[in-house]
């Protein structure tokens, strides 16, 4: 039975709930799944300012972990295009497992949300993307098998490069039913993925 991470950092809880999709989808294909988020770098009270979701149920990551997991899937908004600076300083601390080859072999996959559908979806899941090849991870995407990603009767977040959903400019627009069908999607594949690879 594969052994699946889902790393995620969320600042308002749209990719929280992102992550949960994930994490069923990979459940689906009879992994094991935990759900484990990076730890918040803004001081609190400025948190509470922006209106941050500070309470959130998946326990805080380390490094140390990652290396227990047969496939680890990213998830994080973007920022001005690329991943937010609190997972990029958590990735930044892995050096050691990169220089032992720890992560070389396993499956990666990343997650995203924009604020709109023209916010960088694509850029910061390659930003994730680029350090999981880095680490040696054997990347999987959102094939177009969800065929949820091509409808033009709504706004919809997916690419191939991984889940996605859009937020709005005021983060009101929780993720669709056909963004998460897309997660959960992403996540069967990465455990099915796995469990070749390692089961």
Known sequence: MAKVLVLYYSSYGHIETMAGAIADGA?????????????????????????????????????????????????APTRFGRMPSQMAAFLDQAGGLWARGALNGKVGAAFTSTATQHGGQEVTLFSIITNLMHFGLTIVGLPYSHQGQMTLDEIVGGSPYGATTIAGGDGSRQPSALDLEGARHQGQKVAEVATKLFG
């Not at 979701?53 to 490094?63: C, G, W």
């Open 27 to 75: 459940r689906s294909a009879g992994a094991t799944v935990d759900i484990k988020r990076v730890p918040e770098t803004v001081p609190e009270d400025a948190a509470k300012g922006a209106h941050f979701k500070l309470e959130q149920s998946a326990p805080i990551a380390t490094v140390a972990d990652l290396e227990h997991y047969d496939a680890i899937v990213i998830g």
